[in-house]
Every structure is written in structure tokens, then in C-alpha cells.
């Protein structure tokens, strides 16, 4: 080979200097991706099936049921793979789908992402509902991706994304609209192109029994232009109906198309109250003067004015003084189905329509006055459901002060029930006058906690005490007294509570009660803050001022909560610290605005209000009326919380060496395990269908296709959950198991252009997703079985060197850090955590390994998904709470303080299912045949009576994909049956206890095994995987004895059993509870019912012989009286035919002689008697003659 020439070696030289360049400019091309990754941003809005590709507005969620309109679309696909005898339907709204960037124009942004290859990634999440007892517990996600489509044409399409607009500026009549932003416009060129000008991506909307809350995540598949995530909320408002003149209304009111400002300037911000992650539509009052709300169902990314039809009557009373009437409505909550508001002293609720919850007779026509004749001066709300019910709280007023109304709401049925039962709140606390400021309610525990305004007559002296009312067994505790006023903390963050610290002059005015279900920490606040994790120990919170009041407070029950104050301040706490933060008005809010302002940004102004306060998806919101000269805007904007306490740090700085008050520079988390089966979320992935078109723009019908797919997809997850396991544990096995083997051959019809309808259905697409991995981070939830655990690692490069030698006995020699982690667990005695710390001294670095565990103690076993225990793990470092920040392409986050919900209890997604197919294998290697029905059905195959039985079931995991045999004790039981499906008919108790208890002395047991284990009371057998084999038995009293056969095959039962571990299992918190049905064939009849058969049956052959036997005998003589009385007939018959024949012929002979002459004449008798006798002699034998 020659040696390389200066010229080839020259080029590799530039090469390589390319390739260092472009290393070395990689990173700044990447800084400035992510510079610019805040520009663009996605927008969704809902579209009818109908108006696909129209440029329009965004549809209302009105339409809750799917829709026959895809079968015509399905008749077309001939040679597919599925099966078009089944009932494929849509849904009635489209996702459309586009994006947008700054100083941009949208239509051209959405050209060239799809020509780039942008796709984007839509995750639809329903909400479980609230009454689990109607339906299944269950996390469910679909992901799809999007479908691009050419729009009809019109005006441009989403405009939203034109060029200097912002998509969080909202107007009235439920649409969102933005307010230019003072930067030159960029015009729209005209389109030259020939396939596509206008375009967007389309998806289904799918519908879900038992949802009314959606989240819609929409994100990139990583071609194109780069994209944050983005999250919408698209909800189903349940208080919108079609109008006469076909165009959407209200049912609650009137809608309001002009905003006034004195609806909003100058007026104080009240608290947006609703069910946690349930309540579909949020509404807010408090506008003055006006029987009007603020309604959305999108988190106010749109919202309406309405003007609500009550009747705003109201008498004052010598019960119920009125001193002013108002229009205002100065509470309102919604639930999940339910809005409640109060007017002056009165209440009123509106049930919405919801087909996907429960039926529609349910649903209110107007406003229903509740409580007519009670005087009524607060509504509390109650955050979380219990039990299956929503629940609100009204506190009275007048004559039953002392007294609080409890509100349940379930599948829309509103009831109050006055509380405390029989006594008054007064008399329990044995004061003379008392009244209730403040009520929450702790599901679970069924408890109401209650703020109490006492007092003594010979006393003027108020005191406000914390008492607790047990619903269960009617005791009321008095937890706490308030102290009067407000103790000196002397320049502390904060002071423990021991009544042996010394007061000031500002007494303490209580004005309500904040409570996180997760963590048991409970707030008591008005000018002051108190908190406590066990409602007697109390912290007074110093950082807040007693100067300030607080008006409400604003929990995200994830670790943050938000405080405002009569005068529009804003405090931010993080739980399970001591410090407040001032964030408005503060030096970091100046900074944060100015930076706004420069950047020109639309949702600041010189003139705002603040409406509302809230959090979403762990951050904080505020909803504020703008006030740009004649241009006045409500605004959603989110409050950068993190950003703001950087800036507050600016001011700290100085009093650190290295400038930073962190105590780490880098934190990770490290071997997280799949979340899925932490987060029990299920998932299932489903893609458009391929379209046969060069351009890959989707039609009306692929479209179609695609919204029929989805629906039969998310049908075969509902009827999954049957009795029989299939042999395959995945919903969609039944879908492709007859057409998977000719998969290659729709491929080749496919890339031949052969496929009917233009579409080809790739099986593959469509299937549930098993193996999700973790995001980095701790997952949203964690559900803990019994005994359950969950491990992570902490990675922390420590600020500095912060290593030491220890000084402990013991640890001389070893090496300890002075970055520490701690574990916060709010219900220690039913959770555990385990801390393990290895120090890494040559990374400078320490790493933590963390086991969360459950006691198992503090859960007894239930349903899937029922009655689950809340709590919570907090993972803090030390020094790090407010002071620790990690900058990301989405700005700066939190860090050093972690916070995870933890469900203990029976995780959804876990079931026992029969498992026929070891069954059906295991009989027939026991009992060496099988022998199944006439008519054969393969979905309930039959057992023979006489044959030992052995069931066998599985615990199947829906979630992760796991399915293994239950080999955990359980309790079998017959619970109902008959001769025919039709016919079956439930047991009582006692009818199942005789069917099934050992102890039966009424002969009426069906089976029976050769077990001796029982039950602690022996009324039941134990059966395990081990000891399954049943016999059965029929008894005389038992309703399978003596079936009556239909024809000539044997006797049938169909026996409804019962399998539960509930009481005999003690391996989890599940009661596996399973009710299917068996099939048993060939029957024994009863003892004389077989009698009375063989007998009748013995006589019959009996009687039949002995017929047959005469029947032999008696026939020859049978024969021969048969020939003689046939001869006797002959004769007769020939004699009479010889008499008519002779006398017939002497008339002609007479009658001829009298017509030819005289001579002829009439015989006499005699010669008749002559010729008689002559011939009875020629008739004698010949032997009697004479020769």
C-alpha cells in the first residue's frame, strides 16, 4: 500500500480541526436551543367529530357518550385485521393540536415542524372517580400521537400562536384570547405551497365510564423544533346544554358578555374552594353586588361570567337577623358533581348533568334551595372525599348556634345531617355559649375538627378552644385552647407552645383551620400561625407578622402552602419548616416585575388585582384583572416561586464566604425502580393508522378509523375484568389472536397500495405498555401493599470540604460528612425508614441509600383501591429548605426538600381471576378423562358431577403485566345457582351457611372437601393452593338434590361462587374477593326420583315383553280366523253376485218371449223350486253321488 499523500493527510487534518470545533461549539449552539426553549408552546382545543379541519373556536365539552359514526367507515375495511362484525364507535370531540413561538408566524411554525418530523405526543390521564362503589378504582392513561390534517380552508387556523401573543390572557364566553404585545407583527406570506397551507394534528378525545377530569400532556417525539411540555385540563362541564337555536348555554344561568371593572378593581381576593383533583368545573364568587360566578372547566385557561337564576329572596327573622341584603355570592365550592354556593344566609346547589356518573334523573333542573329555615353563616370545604362521597360543611347561625350542618353528595344526591347528634356543641364542652368559627373534615378517620368560640355568662371573656367530634361513636374531645395572646418568640424562627413563655399585648384572634391529609400537619391561623402535627403540641410561627391578619390559606397538600392576608400579601411556607417567606411585596417581586417589564410581557401591568390565589400541579397561580388603560384582561399567570426566593437570597449573600447558602452543589436521585408498580398508573399506546397517501396527510375516514380504534381499545380494558383469565394476561390479546398470523400478509397488501379504504392497521400499534422507567425523580404517588417497600439513593457533592473525622466512641477512625439527609414520616408507627450513608471522600460526595417499608399494622385488608390509609415520606437535607436550586431548561427548581404521597392499603389494579386453563390441565392429569358439555362453550367450560374438582386462581397485576398462581389461603363459598342461567338466583346468609358450613346438620351441604382446616369459628373451610380438591355432595336439602333432567341429557347446575382471602390470608392487604360462575354437569338424581324412574321404566319393558310374546303365540291363530272369515266374506259375496246375476237374466228371457209371440209364457214357483234343487245337487260332492 502507498503511503498517504500530503494532500489526503491535509484533509484529515481539517477534519479533525472540524470536529473540535464543532465539540467545542456544541455546547453553546445547546445553550442557545434551550435559551430559546421557552418560546415555543403547544396549544389544544377541543373540536366536534363534525367540524374536523374547520378553522374555528374551540368547542365546548357537552357531549359525554360515544357516537355511532365510524360503522360506515369500518364496513369499508374488507381486508383488515379487524373483525367488523363487532361494534366499533367514536367520540364525539377531536383534540386539534398546534404550536407556536414568539415573533413567529403559527401556520408557517406548524409547515415546517411537520416537515421535519414533528409529531406530537398526546397522554390523556382520567381521573378515578369518587364512589368507588359504583365504579373500579383505577389510574388510567392512553397515549396517542397525533394525526396531521390539512385544514379546509377559512380564515387562518388557531391563532393563538400568531406572532407577539401570549396564551395566557382569558376572555369571557368560555374562549381564550390574547392582547397583542407592543412588538412589530410578522406578516403572514402567502402560501405557495401545493399540498398543504393550513395544517394540524388531530387525536381522538376519548371518553371513559366513571371520568369526568382529564389531563392532557402534550409533548414532542423529538424531530423538529424543541418544545416543553405542556399540560391541559379538559373537563367535562356537566352545566352546559344545546339550546333551541342549536348553540350552547347554560343551565345554572345566564352568561355575561361584558366584564365590567368594578367586578374585579379594587375588590379583596377570595379563596377558589373545590374537591382536590376531582371537581371538573371550579367556579368563584365574590363579585359585589352581582348573583354572578366565575366558572371554567380548564383551570381558567377559558372561563365564563354567569349570571346565576336564583330567586336572591331573603327575610330577616328573630331567629336570623338581617341587617343588609347583598346579591353578592360570598361562598362557593364545587365537588365533583355538585356546586354549592351561599348568598347572603342562604344555600343553594346545582347538580350538574354528568351520563358518565350516574343517571340523569339525578341531575338538578335549577338551583335547589337547601336548608330553607336555618340561618347560615359559613361554608367550610372538605378537600378529599370519603367513603364514596363528596362532602361540605355549613355552619349555622341563630337558633341551632353550636350546631353545623355535614353535607354529603353522592352520585349527585345532596343530604345534611345536623351535628353534633342530640347535644350541642355548648353543652359537650359544658360552656354556656359557644360558636363555630371554623369546621374541617378528616376522611379516614371520620372526624370532625372544629374551631370553637366559647364563653361563660358570668364572664365577657372569649376563649377559642380545638375540639374534635367522632362521627362513629359520637365523643367530643377538646384538644386544644388558644392562648389569649401572642407569645414573644424574643427573635426566633419559631416557639414551641408549653404555656411558660411570656405574651405580648396583641391578643390572638383565631379566624380558621388548614389541614393536609398527608402529612397530619394542622394550622391554626388568623393574626397569627400556629401548626401542629398531633392537634395538641403547637409551634407559633414568629416569621409571620401580628401586625397582619390572614385572610385565607392555599395548601397544594404536596409540601407547600401560600398565605394571604387581609391586605393582598402573599407568605409562602414550606411544611416542615419554620421560616416564612414575604413573597408580595418584596424585593424579589420588584425584581421578578421589572424583569417582565423589560421583556414587554402582557400579563403585567401597572394597575392589577388580584382575584384568587391557587395551586396547580404543584404550583402557584394567581388569577388577576389587569388594567391596561381601556384594555382591561383577566389573567392566569403563574407566580415563580423559585425565582423569587433567589432574588431574596441576593440580599443573604453577604453574610456566607463562598456566597451560596446551600449546603450541597449537586443532588440526584439514583436507582429508582420502574414507577409503575409504585404508582399503579396504567397505560396503553395507540397510533394512527397508516394512510396510503404520498403527502401522509390523513383523511375524514383515517381519522375514523383512528376514533374507533381507540374506543374498541379502551372497550376491551373495561371487559377485561371478568372472572375467567384468559390464557394470555393482556387486554388486547382477544383483539389479534385470530388475525396475528396473517400479519405479514396485511403488510404486503400495505406496501402494495392495497389496503381497503386507503388505511393499513398495524396490530402492534395498539397494546398496553408494562415497562414505563423512571423520570429521575420520586414517583407523583406510592402505594405500599403490606410489607411493601420502595428504595432509592440520594447523590450529594457536598459545598466545600465537609468531612471530619468522627468523635463518637466507636466511630474514631471513621470519616462522617456534614451534608446529612433526614426522613419526615407523618404516621411513624405504620411506616418505617431505613438510611444508609456512604461516603465517597474522593468525589467529595456522600451517597444515601433510602428504604421506605410498611409496618403492616396499621391496615386491615380491603377491596383494590378502597380505603386507602394517606400519608406521606418527607426527604429533606439539612440546611437546604429554601436556600437549594437547580437550574433547568424549564428555569430554576427547588431542591433538598422531597415530598411523596404514600397510599397504604390494597393498590388498585390487583385481582383474582379464575384460572380454567391450569385447571382444565390439572383435572385431567388428577382424574385421568374430562368430559365436557353437549354444547360446548368455550368461555364457561362444564365439570363432571363425579369428579373431583380443583380450582386454581391467579393474582393478576394489570398494572405491571405480573400474573402468578394465588397460593394464599381463602374461603369458598356458594353463594347462588340454578338449573339454568336464566334461573340463577342469590343465597340469604343463612341459606349460604347450611350450603357450605361443616357444622350443617339439615343436610343441605353441596360439597365438601378432604381439608380439615376451619375458619376460628369452624363455619368454613380453609382451602389454599395446596388443599383445593372438592367433592360434591347435593344433599337432600340442598337445592342441587334431585334436579329434574331436560330430555334425555343429565341433570345441569350453575352454581354462583364466592372466593375471598379475607380473615384466612394474612400475606396482604388485599381482600381478594372473586364471584364467578360454575358449570356442573351430570347430576345424580335422587333416590326415588331414580326408583320411581327404573321402575316406570322396568314396567314399560316388562309390559312390552309379554305383549310380544302373546303377539308370537296367538298369531296363527290369528292368521287362520283371518283367511276363514276372509273365505266367509268371498263366499257371500260370490252368492250374492250369483242371485242378482240369475234373476237379472230370467227378466230378459220373460221380457223377450212376451215381445216376439203369444206363446210365450211366465214360469210358476215350481219350476223355480225344481231348478233348485237341481242345482244344489250338482253342487254335492262327487262322492256322495250315486254311480
Known amino acids: ?136 378504582i383505577e389510574q388510567l392513561q392512553i397515549q396517542m400521537e397525533a394525526a396531521p390534517f390539512r385544514s379546509k380552508g377559512g380564515p387562518p387556523g388557531l391563532r393563538e400562536g400568531a406572532a407577539g401573543r401570549s396564551p395566557d390572557i382569558l376572555g369571557p364566553g368560555g374562549t381564550s384570547w390574547e392582547m397583542p404585545v407592543p412588538l412589530p407583527p410578522v406578516p403572514a406570506e402567502p402560501c405557495m405551497a401545493t399540498e398543504v397551507c393550513v395544517m394540524s394534528w388531530y387525536t381522538p378525545m376519548p371518553i371513559k365510564n366513571g371520568s369526568v377530569v382529564m389531563r392532557v400532556d402534550v409533548s414532542s417525539n423529538g424531530l423538529g423544533p424543541i418544545i416543553p411540555s405542556k399540560r391541559f385540563h379538559v373537563n367535562i362541564n356537566g352545566f352546559l346544554k344545546m339550546g333551541a337555536d342549536n348553540r350552547i348555554q347554560f343551565t345554572v344561568g345566564d352568561e355575561l358578555f361584558d366584564i365590567k371593572p368594578r367586578y374585579f378593581v379594587n375588590v379583596s381576593s377570595r379563596p377558589l374552594w373545590y374537591n382536590v383533583d376531582q371537581s371538573p368545573v371550579l367556579i368563584l364568587g365574590g363579585i359585589p353586588n352581582e348573583k354572578a360566578l366565575l366558572m371554567t372547566s380548564t383551570n381558567f385557561r377559558e372561563f365564563s361570567l354567569v349570571e346565576l337564576s336564583i330567586d336572591s329572596c331573603w327575610v330577616g327573622s328573630f331567629y336570623c337577623p338581617q341587617a343588609d341584603f347583598s346579591a353578592t355570592i360570598y361562598d362557593a365550592i364545587s365537588t365533583e358533581s355538585t356546586l354549592f354556593i351561599r348568598q347572603n344566609q342562604l344555600i343553594y346547589y346545582y347538580t350538574g348533568t354528568y351520563a358518565t356518573l350516574y343517571d340523569s334523573s339525578h341531575s338538578s333542573g335549577k338551583w335547589v334551595r337547601v336548608l330553607a329555615s336555618e340561618c347560615i353563616k359559613k361554608l367550610c370545604p372538605v378537600y378529599f372525599s370519603s367513603n364514596g362521597s363528596d362532602h361540605v360543611i355549613a355552619l349555622t347561625t341563630g337558633k341551632h348556634e353550636g350546631y353545623l350542618h355535614f353535607g354529603t353528595i353522592t352520585d349527585g344526591l345532596v343530604s345534611f345531617e345536623l351535628l353534633p347528634r342530640n347535644q350541642t356543641a355548648c353543652k359537650r364542652m359544658f360552656v354556656d355559649r359557644c360558636s363555630i368559627t371554623w369546621a374541617i373534615f378528616i376522611p379516614g378517620q371520620n372526624i370532625l375538627m372544629m374551631l370553637v368560640e366559647t364563653q361563660y355568662d358570668d364572664s365577657d371573656q372569649k376563649y377559642h378552644q380545638l375540639a374534635s367530634y367522632d362521627l362513629i361513636t359520637e365523643e367530643m374531645t377538646i384538644l386544644y385552647t388558644v392562648p389569649l395572646f401572642i407569645p414573644d418568640a424574643r427573635g426566633l424562627e419559631f416557639l414551641m407552645i408549653l404555656e411558660t413563655e411570656s405574651y405580648t399585648n396583641t391578643p390572638m384572634i383565631p379566624k380558621g383551620l388548614s389541614f393536609n391529609l398527608y402529612n397530619n400537619l ?433 393474582i393478576q397485576d394489570l398494572v405491571t403485566g405480573d400474573s402468578g398462581s394465588f397460593k394464599g389461603s381463602y374461603v369458598l363459598k356458594v353463594v347462588g345457582g340454578g338449573p339454568s342461567l336464566d334461573s340463577i338466583v342469590d343465597y340469604n346468609e343463612e341459606e349460604i351457611y347450611r350450603y357450605n358450613s361443616p357444622l350443617d346438620k339439615t343436610g343441605s351441604r353441596i360439597w365438601t372437601t378432604k381439608t380439615s382446616e376451619t375458619t376460628h369459628d369452624m363455619a368454613f373451610y380453609i382451602m389454599s393452593y395446596k388443599r383445593s380438591g372438592i367433592e360434591w355432595l347435593c344433599l337432600e336439602n340442598s337445592p342441587c338434590y334431585d334436579m329434574t333432567p331436560q330430555g334425555i341429557i343429565a341433570p345441569e347446575f350453575f352454581f354462583k361462587v364466592l372466593v375471598s382471602n379475607r380473615g384466612v390470608d394474612n400475606s396482604t392487604y388485599c381482600n381478594y374477593q372473586l364471584i364467578f360462575l360454575l358449570h356442573i354437569h351430570g347430576l345424580p338424581l335422587s333416590a326415588k326420583r331414580a326408583l320411581f324412574i327404573v321402575i316406570v321404566s322396568a314396567s314399560v319393558l316388562v309390559g312390552m315383553v309379554i305383549l310380544y310374546i302373546l303377539f308370537c303365540l296367538l298369531w296363527p291363530y290369528a292368521v287362520n280366523a283371518c283367511n276363514h272369515l276372509r273365505w266367509r266374506i268371498n263366499n257371500i259375496i260370490a252368492s250374492e253376485s250369483y242371485y242378482t246375476y240369475a234373476t237379472s237374466s230370467r227378466a230378459f228371457s220373460i221380457s223377450s218371449q212376451s215381445s216376439f209371440g203369444p206363446l210365450s209364457q211366465v214360469p210358476s214357483v215350481d219350476d223355480f223350486k225344481v231348478q233348485d234343487q237341481k242345482h244344489k245337487a250338482d253342487l254335492e260332492p262327487a262322492e256322495k253321488k250315486k254311480p
Open 522 to 954: 394542622l394550622f391554626i391561623w388568623g393574626n397569627f400561625l400556629l401548626q401542629s402535627y398531633n392537634a395538641e403540641n403547637f409551634i407559633y410561627l414568629a416569621d409571620f407578622p401580628k401586625e397582619s391578619s390572614i385572610k385565607y390559606m392555599v395548601n397544594s397538600f404536596r409540601g407547600d402552602v401560600a398565605i394571604v392576608t387581609e391586605t393582598e400579601e402573599i407568605w409562602y411556607l414550606l411544611e416542615g419548616t419554620y421560616h416564612l417567606y414575604r413573597i408580595f411585596p418584596s424585593h424579589g417581586w420588584d425584581i421578578h416585575v421589572s424583569l417582565q417589564v423589560m421583556k414587554q410581557s402582557s400579563l403585567y401591568a401597572s394597575k392589577e388585582t388580584m382575584v384568587t390565589l391557587f395551586y396547580e400541579e404543584n404550583k402557584l397561580y394567581q388569577l388577576v384583572y389587569l388594567t391596561h388603560g381601556k384594555q382591561d384582561q383577566l389573567v392566569k399567570r403563574l407566580v415563580p416561586m423559585e425565582k423569587l426566593l433567589m432574588y431574596e437570597q441576593h440580599k443573604q449573600i453577604h453574610t456566607v464566604r463562598d456566597g451560596n447558602l446551600c449546603p450541597f452543589e449537586v443532588m440526584r436521585l439514583g436507582n429508582l425502580p420502574n414507577p409503575q408498580a409504585y404508582t399503579r398508573q396504567e397505560r396503553y399506546l395507540a397510533r394512527p393508522p397508516m394512510v396510503l397517501n404520498p403527502s401522509g396527510f390523513h383523511s375524514e375516514n383515517s381519522l375514523a378509523v383512528y376514533q374507533g380504534l381507540v374506543y374498541y381499545l379502551l372497550r376491551l380494558h373495561s371487559k377485561y375484568h371478568k372472572p375467567y383469565a384468559d390464557p394470555v394476561h393482556d387486554p388486547t390479546w382477544r383483539w389479534w389472536k385470530n388475525k396475528k398470523q396473517d400479519e405479514d400478509y396485511y403488510f404486503y397488501l400495505a406496501s402494495n397500495w392495497l389496503s381497503a379504504g386507503g388505511v393499513h392497521i398495524d396490530m402492534g400499534s395498539y397494546e398496553k405498555i408494562y415497562d414505563l422507567k423512571s423520570h429521575f425523580g420520586l414517583p407523583e404517588r406510592i402505594f405500599l401493599d403490606k410489607g411493601g417497600e420502595y428504595h432509592f439513593s440520594i447523590f450529594l457533592t457536598a459545598r466545600g470540604y465537609s468531612f471530619e473525622m468522627g468523635t463518637n466512641i466507636g466511630s474514631a477512625f471513621k470519616v462522617q460528612s456534614k451534608v446529612s439527609v433526614g426522613v419526615v414520616l407523618a404516621d411513624p408507627s405504620c411506616t418505617e425508614s431505613l438510611i444508609k450513608q456512604k461516603v465517597l471522600v474522593k468525589r467529595n460526595s456522600v451517597l444515601f441509600l433510602i428504604t421506605l417499608r410498611d409496618k403492616s399494622l396499621c391496615y386491615d385488608q380491603g377491596i383494590s383501591g378502597h380505603h386507602l390509609m394517606k400519608t406521606s415520606m418527607m426527604v429533606k437535607v439539612v440546611g437546604a429548605s429554601g436556600f437549594c436550586f437547580q437550574d433547568t431548561h424549564l428555569g430554576p427548581r427547588l431542591q433538598g426538600n422531597l415530598m411523596v404521597p404514600v397510599f397504604i392499603g390494597c393498590p388498585p389494579g390487583k385481582r383474582l381471576a379464575f384460572d380454567i386453563t391450569y385447571t382444565l390441565k390439572y383435572m385431567r392429569q388428577q382424574n385421568k378423562h374430562y368430559f365436557d358439555c353437549m354444547h360446548v362453550d368455550p368461555e364457561m367450560p362444564c365439570f363432571l358431577y363425579r369428579d373431583m374438582f380443583y380450582p386454581f386462581f391467579l
Open 1 to 136: 500500500m502507498s503511503p498517504a499523500s500530503p494532500v489526503w493527510l491535509r484533509v484529515r487534518v481539517l477534519r479533525v480541526l472540524w470536529a473540535l470545533l464543532a465539540v467545542l461549539l456544541g455546547p453553546w449552539r445547546l445553550w442557545a436551543v434551550i435559551h430559546d426553549f421557552h418560546e415555543c408552546t403547544w396549544h389544544v382545543v377541543l373540536n366536534k367529530f363534525q367540524r374536523v379541519g374547520e378553522n374555528l373556536e374551540s368547542d365546548q365539552f357537552v357531549h359525554q357518550e360515544p357516537v355511532d359514526t365510524v360503522r360506515g367507515v369500518f364496513n369499508m375495511l374488507v381486508d383488515s385485521p379487524i373483525d367488523r362484525r363487532e361494534r366499533y364507535l367514536g367520540f364525539p370531540y377531536y383534540l386539534k393540536i398546534n404550536y407556536s413561538c414568539h415573533g413567529q408566524h403559527s401556520e408557517d411554525l406548524v409547515r415546517s415542524g411537520h416537515l421535519m418530523g414533528l409529531k406530537p405526543l398526546v397522554l390523556v390521564t382520567f381521573q378515578a372517580p369518587v364512589n368507588f362503589y359504583r365504579w373500579k
